[in-house]
């Protein structure tokens, strides 16, 4: 029974991934906001949803909104610095504000300083404790929860705000868009996402330190979301896939991830800049002409 409860561990890594890489996309692929500092969300996410269970006695049900909203909020914040920010500075930033989440972790109490929180509690319904393939059928629903929301909002007045701003603010704002704004939201929305993804990861570990949202955890999902495709919804899956499995694949190669990473995005962008689904990509194109048939 060990190597089927390795596969589902897996399956959950990759679905909690990809919520967060899911987040970059709307932030990065769908606004052009450039948002380096991923896995500082996530942080947060897990801190509150693990201090709220933990220590207020908060059921799970109502921590994993409120890390998400804490998030949110953590994304305004860095949204209301973005409009003044652009490109290099605006990366600069958001790499800072990450090294900054883990500085507080590790140096304040409150957050188990450098032993981190354990003994998170798992959700239960009706006293059935999830875990295992509960808990994966539990992150998989949400994941299309949050796709769906991904994918409706995309199609509503605020995503096409969202192209616009990312193609050409200045054209945007002749056409009445509030730049500011929407950037702003997508901060928002981005962070509440991976505040969503930091929850379900604190509950699945039950044990999380500071270390767990480091830089480079940042950089790997902004991996996931270039490989899949940054303004592709369900290329946030794929991506995540991708760069989860591949270091069990090549489990040999696995103190070399991080080089594996950025050796990874490299190639991307310069052979494929779109990702794998991307809306230029060949995968992309080639199934319109599918369809299209």
């Given at each position: 029974?060990?190597l ?12 909690i ?6 987040g ?9 906001q450039?948002?380096l ?25 109502l ?6 909203l804490?998030a949110?909020?953590?994304?305004t ?14 990366a ?22 450098s032993?981190?929180?354990?003994g ?10 999830l875990k ?10 949400i994941l299309?929860l ?5 994918r409706?909002?995309?199609k509503?007045?605020?995503?096409i ?10 054209a ?11 950037k702003?939201?997508?901060?928002a ?10 929850s379900?990861?604190?509950?699945f570990k ?12 940042s950089?790997m999902?902004?991996s996931?979301?270039?490989i ?8 946030a ?5 991708i760069?989860?499995?591949l270091?069990?694949?090549f489990r ?13 995005i ?5 052979y494929?800049?779109s ?9 992309t194109?080639l ?7």
């Amino acid at each position: 029974m060990v190597l089927p409860e390795y596969y589902v561990t897996l399956a959950i890594q990759v679905g909690i991934y990809a919520i967060a890489a899911l987040g970059l996309n709307i932030t990065m692929g769908k606004a052009g906001q450039v948002n380096l500092g991923q896995a500082a969300f996530m942080g947060i996410g897990a801190m509150a949803s693990a201090i709220l269970t933990l220590r207020l006695g908060l059921p799970f049900w109502l921590a994993l909104p409120a890390s998400g909203l804490l998030a949110g909020l953590a994304g305004t914040l860095l949204g209301l610095v973005s409009v003044r920010l652009r490109h290099d500075f605006l990366a600069i930033t958001t790499i800072g504000f990450n090294f900054i989440v883990v500085y507080v972790f590790l140096y304040y109490e409150v957050f188990g300083g450098s032993y981190g929180i354990i003994g998170i509690p798992r959700p239960t319904i009706a006293g059935l404790e999830l875990k295992s393939l509960y808990y994966a059928i539990l992150v998989y629903a949400i994941l299309a929860l949050l796709m769906a929301i991904a994918r409706f909002f995309d199609k509503t007045w605020g995503g096409i705000a969202f192209k616009l701003v990312r193609e050409d603010e200045e054209a945007a704002m002749s056409l009445g868009v509030d730049v500011r704004k929407f950037k702003i939201i997508a901060f928002a929305l981005g962070a509440a996402y991976g505040g969503i993804a930091g929850s379900l990861i604190a509950h699945f570990k039950t044990v999380i330190v500071y270390s767990d949202f480091e830089f480079v955890y940042s950089i790997m999902i902004l991996s996931m979301s270039i490989i899949g495709g940054l303004d592709s919804i369900p290329g946030a899956l794929v991506g995540a896939s991708i760069v989860i499995l591949l270091p069990e694949i090549f489990r040999p190669l696995t103190e070399y991830r991080y080089i594996m990473y950025t050796s990874i995005i490299a190639v991307m962008l310069l052979y494929m800049p779109s990702g794998i689904l991307g809306s230029g990509s060949p995968v992309t194109k080639l199934y319109r002409k599918l369809v299209q048939k």
